[in-house]
């Protein structure tokens, strides 16, 4: 079962009472949100968004729609005209948790660098709509692709792995995730990163964030905070990625400065040594919240 990341610090920062209007952008498995609907109800009203079809299905098991409780297929980067179509009214707070589930490795879409994936396709899209990374690979330019791992991915040998990636593709288009694993993981040293890490993690990481748009998703909802959430509502964005957290950062300060919000964290708040251990995937996990005045 997903285990939601800093699930008391959500609640604190949410601050979610009894009548409230709550959105969930990134409902995932349903851990925030079932805690949150818990806190709004009575009277209360909860609108769940995810991108991803198949965990929306897994979350309404969890929660089933009902009475003030709605959970729809889409992007949270639509929030906004999502509001204005459902009738939903400006929320009093809202949830984004950017992480990566871990629930969404076995959905057959090529996340997944691990061997027993392998034979999956290489799309690592959430919807269909989306430009799958075996036809990104297809048609890009070997540079384009190495500034991609770069700046998504953190990648040091990015260069290196872009040329082994476009002379693969001369020979023979990559269409299954194990694919480029193996293509990425024979372009690096035996030895790097000491076995911490697999070697195709990072170039994985950077492929999903472009493939989804996922940073200009975030800078777009972030831009409408003052459409969605009303005057009082409250703000909780939970990021993974230094690049997100930058994002997050810097919407935060602007609407500070032009005393639209006010910052509820001077600094981003981490999960604490007890929490990494059950979850390990929290390790890399900041939250940050604002309160729009």
Not at 48 to 67: N, Q, S, V, Y
Not at 118 to 132: G, N, Q, V
Request: proline share 5%; net charge positive; glycine share 8%.
């Amino acid at each position: 079962m997903h285990q939601p990341v800093l699930l008391q610090e959500v609640i604190t920062f949410l601050d979610p009472k009894p009548g409230d209007r709550i959105i969930d952008g990134t409902v995932d498995g349903g851990g925030h949100a079932e805690a949150i609907i818990k806190k709004i109800m009575p009277g209360g009203k909860f609108l769940g968004l995810d991108w991803d079809g198949g965990m929306l299905a897994e979350c309404k098991t969890r929660i089933a729609p009902r009475e003030n409780i709605f959970l729809l297929h889409g992007n949270y980067a639509d929030i906004k005209s999502i509001l204005e179509k459902e009738k939903f009214g400006k929320a009093d707070g809202l949830l984004l948790d950017l992480g990566f589930s871990s629930d969404q490795l076995g959905r057959g879409r090529g996340f997944s660098f691990e061997d027993a994936r392998a034979d999956e396709p290489l799309l690592m899209t959430y919807d269909d709509s989306r430009k799958p990374v075996r036809e990104i690979l297809r048609t890009m330019p070997e540079k384009e692709i190495a500034d991609i791992i770069f700046e998504f991915g953190g990648e040091r040998f990015s260069r290196r792995i872009a040329r082994a990636i476009a002379e693969r593709e001369k020979r023979k288009p990559m269409m299954l995730a194990g694919e480029l694993a193996e293509t990425v993981r024979n372009a690096l040293p035996r030895g790097y990163e000491h076995g911490r890490i697999d070697r195709a993690t990072r170039t994985f990481q950077a492929f999903r964030i472009y493939a989804n748009g996922e940073l200009e998703n975030l800078g777009r909802i972030l831009d409408e905070l003052d459409s969605i959430v009303k005057p009082g509502g409250r703000t909780v964005v939970i990021s993974f990625h230094s690049l997100e957290d930058r994002i997050v950062k810097r919407a935060f300060r602007k609407y500070e400065k032009e005393n639209k919000a006010e910052i509820l964290a001077k600094k981003p708040i981490a999960p604490q040594a007890a929490e990494i251990r059950e979850n390990p995937r929290s390790r890399s996990a900041k939250l940050r919240a604002i309160r729009m005045l």
